[in-house]
């Protein structure tokens, strides 16, 4: 699984600790020598078909997040990747899980790297998470990093 030229994908998710989860997926790319994709999903909200208003409005919110977002993702890699610049950034809008899988799909990755937390009770059964989802449906291996949600 594992060889020298590989693709890897590190899905990064803000409320994630994305620092820790690129850190390590960095670590893997020195090693192999690959190719990295660090990746950000904005989540789109569910078309309201009664409220065209509401559409304009996310699509402004949706254009001044993915600057942010692409702002934030550069800030990171200069954090972590240090000297290694065979990286590209993806922002993209969408389902997470879905985008990461396409992705991974479209561009031939052969490891998805993503964070993740652990929920308990009730809620792990009603929500699965990003991470859970793509572990789940990927035809790919995902390598899942722990770690403890941010608490703001």
Request: hydrophobic residues 40%; aromatic residues 8%.
């Amino acid at each position: 699984m594992f060889r020298e030229g590989m693709k890897i994908l590190v899905a990064l998710g803000f409320t994630d600790k994305p620092d820790t989860v690129l850190g390590e997926a960095v670590k893997i790319a020195r090693k192999y020598k690959a190719k990295l994709y660090a990746m950000h999903v904005i989540a789109e909200v569910p078309t309201l078909t009664f409220y065209d208003d509401a559409r304009s409005l996310w699509e402004d919110f949706a254009n001044t997040a993915e600057k942010e977002a692409t702002e934030q993702i550069e800030r990171y890699l200069q954090q972590e990747c240090g000297d290694y610049d065979d990286v590209e950034t993806i922002i993209d809008v969408g389902d997470p899980s879905s985008r990461i899988i396409s992705a991974s799909d479209e561009l031939g990755i052969d490891l998805i790297i993503m964070g993740h937390h652990v929920r308990k009770g009730i809620n792990h059964l009603v929500n699965l998470n990003s991470s859970e989802k793509v572990m789940r449906y990927a035809k790919r291996p995902v390598l899942s990093i722990y770690v403890e949600r941010k608490m703001d």
